[in-house]
């Protein structure tokens, strides 16, 4: 083996040697990638950095400066409540109107105007621009699911010919929300939206519940209800939230289409347990007291 290096380094030595009588490519192909390697890398270390060119950031500088302007949009974000964008005047007296209309609906609960605001503010409406329900939507939909799921595979009731997902469609589905929440809580008179269909066209109907089928107000009210859901699970947490979905919400829909019959009477069951459909919300059992009631997260 050391005969074997010594001869190695005598040929490169020879042809280093030589190099005036061979070419230059010849010669480089015979050099060690070792030294290739460091004088290719001495080379570099000799140029001068980018970095310090006029004119020129690096990554980290450029990232840095657009992290803060996005931390800048979040602030104030935080402070405004909605997407960035100042709300009039007359928004912010709207969204103080909508948020007594909720806090009227689930005392003791208090709503924050932005978040009212957001709960009852369609993605079609002008106003949806300072924030919609497109995202409370999504949420309350499926907590309302999960909620809704727990209920009926605990139930004593539940046997192999009901089927969970048919049954929590049918319950959950958003126009019949609309039509047997949404219209108990009066959302027609305060819900945000854009109708396909002209004030005087609506007056001019003669078949007013047609017109209204018709133009999708059920389904708007029914996102609105799931909307509803969403924001106090995240206002005011999941404990506050399962008792609104089983004492103001799954106790009206027992009705046609709705939740089969052989669960009416467990529904009830539970409801009363939570404290009935007029109980403390802040209150695991719905009585009036509200000393260890949370605190809201606004």
Known sequence: MSSRC?????????????????????????IPATARYY??????????????EPGLQVPQERYQKQRTRTERVDEREDELG???SEQPQSQVESSKRLAGHLNDLFQPLKFP?????????????????????????FTGRRVMECYLNLFLTGSKELNATHDVSDITERALHPKLLGEQ???????????????ALSRAE????TDPEAVVRRIGLFKVQGDAVAATLGGIYFQFGGSVAH????????????????????????????????????????????????????????
């Not at 380094?9 to 005036?20: E, I």
């Not at 609506?202 to 109907?205: F, G, K, P, R, S």
């Not at 052989?262 to 009036?288: I, Q």
């Open 202 to 205: 609506l007056e001019a109907a």
């Open 82 to 84: 909605v997407f960035g």
């Open 181 to 195: 929440l949404g219209t108990r809580w009066n959302f027609n008179k305060v819900l945000q939206w854009t109708p």
């Open 6 to 30: 010594l001869n190695s380094c005598l040929r490169t030595l020879k042809v280093a040697s030589a190099g005036s009588r061979r070419p230059a490519t010849a010669v480089s192909r015979r």
């Open 113 to 137: 105007p932005d978040l009212a605001h957001r709960i009852l503010t369609h993605t079609g409406h002008v106003a949806a621009k300072y924030g919609c329900n497109a995202s409370l939507t």
């Open 39 to 52: 004088g290719q890398g001495a080379a570099l270390a000799s140029r001068p950095s980018r970095d310090s």
């Open 243 to 298: 008792r609104v979905f089983h004492t103001r919400m799954l106790p009206h829909l027992l009705v046609r289409g709705g939740l089969p019959p052989a669960f009416h009477e467990e529904v009830a069951t539970v409801a009363k347990r939570m404290g009935g459909t007029t109980g403390n919300l802040l209150h695991p059992s719905g009585k009036s007291e509200s000393t260890d009631a949370p605190a809201s997260s606004s």
